[in-house]
């Protein structure tokens, strides 16, 4: 048996054999269920947890002793653009984030990416919407034609749909489909909250004949509804489509009607405050908080804002709604809108910071936020391979010290990531 006696530790051997991991505080997505745990890894799979009594392993093992730490899920990203950049997903494992949703990229973009991922354990896994369900001139392609500096952007956005009747979307959601999307993602964004000089003001947008046709058509593939939208009319306007969730939470004040909205679609929201902070530029402070590891032009983006929302419309309206939409039971799922392109945002890093935003603006415990990162995706996505520490799921793990149930900040001081089974590197860690 080969001992790892410190988390800090990695024994090239838990790439070959199986690791138990010993005397973990384990938080298994929904709740704590030991303080004093352990977990068997096998063949990148959990195959046995034992609250209380030490697991004696049948086989060569390497043990890993958390005395100290607590064992939680991989945690999950519901809103990325990750594009064709895979030093994304590389960062992203480095935080404990170990599966991304990538809501909106080119299908042979992700195609690559999911490759890779398969291949790779030091990256995080990759779910995509492939192509958005856009409309001719309508988001993104007015805010990518107004920032973008890629030569021949006009060529590549002439590729998206250009969804028009139920024929063009059935045409779409099989297009995606094959190409391996999970899920179907809708825009509805007019402009009204950004100060942006757009090519059309108001921006083209679906009508409610299309956005629920979409949503109908997706539904009859299996497939589940995310839309974007920033205000209260374009939220309640997808809502009344059917869509299962929004990504991005309204920056108006909360209402009553919005609430019912949400609650006769079962409906949840990712409301990516990592990102909507930027927009709004606030959250200096905590933006630096976040990026006290970096250095040079990382630290220089993650501490940059977007500084785009009209400044009638607070910050403090998004935390109200998303403290009002979790009070209410709506299920809120963490997501950060990271990319690359996004100042403000950093892979891994603004699951943190999101996190961190719930528990210190909305009223969130620790532990609703720890669920909004693990199994409320897993079970609003229909993920039944991870999000929990269960026998039988994918062994994506975090191990960090300290607890984070108690302190939200815990979870930056990392001492393990676990995907598939196969631990990263120590020096690769945040």
Same mark, same amino acid.
């Given at each position: ?282 959250e200096q402070e905590t933006r630096e908080k976040f990026a006290s590891d970096l250095?040079? *032009? #990382? ?6 804002? @977007? ?6 419309? !607070? &910050?403090? $309206? ?71 520490? *269960? #026998? ?6 975090? @191990? ?6 108690? !302190? &939200?900040? $815990? ?20």
């Amino acid at each position: 048996m080969l001992w790892d006696t410190n988390p800090d530790i990695v024994d090239i051997a838990s790439h070959m054999c199986a690791t138990l991991i010993s005397k973990a505080r384990i938080f298994d997505g929904v709740s704590v269920i030991s303080e004093c745990g352990y977990v068997m890894i096998e063949s990148g799979r959990i195959t046995q947890i034992s609250l209380r009594e030490p697991l004696s392993p049948s086989s060569p093992c390497t043990v890993v002793d958390a005395s100290g730490c607590t064992l939680l899920p991989g945690l999950i990203d519901a809103h990325m653009h990750v594009f064709q950049d895979v030093e994304l997903l590389e960062i992203a494992m480095r935080y404990g984030v170990t599966t991304v949703l990538d809501l909106h990229n080119e299908p042979e973009w992700f195609k690559a990416l999911s490759a890779i991922a398969g291949e790779r354990k030091d990256v995080a896994d990759i779910k995509s919407a492939c192509y958005a369900a856009t409309i001719k001139n309508g988001w993104p392609s007015a805010i990518v034609k107004l920032v973008s500096q890629e030569p021949n952007i006009d060529d590549r956005i002439a590729k998206w749909p250009n969804l028009t009747d139920k024929k063009s979307i059935e045409e779409y959601i099989a297009r995606n489909k094959a190409a391996g999307a999970s899920f179907v993602k809708l825009m509805q964004e007019d402009g009204y909250t950004m100060g942006l000089p757009f090519p059309e003001v108001p921006v083209p947008t679906p009508s409610l004949e299309l956005q629920k046709s979409i949503v109908d058509t997706a539904h009859e593939n299996g497939m589940l509804t995310i839309a974007h939208a920033l205000s209260n009319h374009s939220t309640l306007h997808v809502l009344k489509a059917g869509v299962d969730g929004l990504t991005h939470v309204a920056i108006d004040p909360i209402t009553d009607e919005l609430i019912q909205a949400y609650k006769k679609n079962n409906a949840f929201v990712i409301p990516t405050l990592a990102v909507q902070t930027s927009c709004r530029g606030v959250e200096q402070e905590t933006r630096e908080k976040f990026a006290s590891d970096l250095e040079g *032009e #990382e630290r220089k983006h993650l501490c940059g804002c @977007l500084n785009i929302t009209k400044q009638e419309f !607070s &910050i403090e $309206a998004a935390y109200a709604q998303v403290t009002a939409l979790k009070e209410s039971g709506i299920d809120v799922l963490c997501g950060t809108d990271t990319s690359a392109d996004l100042k403000g945002t950093r892979a891994g890093a603004s699951v943190h910071h999101e996190l961190w935003l719930y528990v210190n603006r909305c009223h969130f415990t620790p532990l609703e936020a720890l669920v909004s990162a693990t199994s409320k995706i897993a079970d609003r996505f229909g993920f039944s391979d991870r999000g929990k520490i *269960e #026998e039988g799921r994918l062994a994506d793990l975090l @191990l960090v010290a300290g607890d984070p149930v108690q !302190s &939200i900040d $815990a979870l930056r001081d990392i001492k393990g990531v676990w995907r598939n089974g196969e631990r990263l590197a120590q020096e690769k860690l945040m």
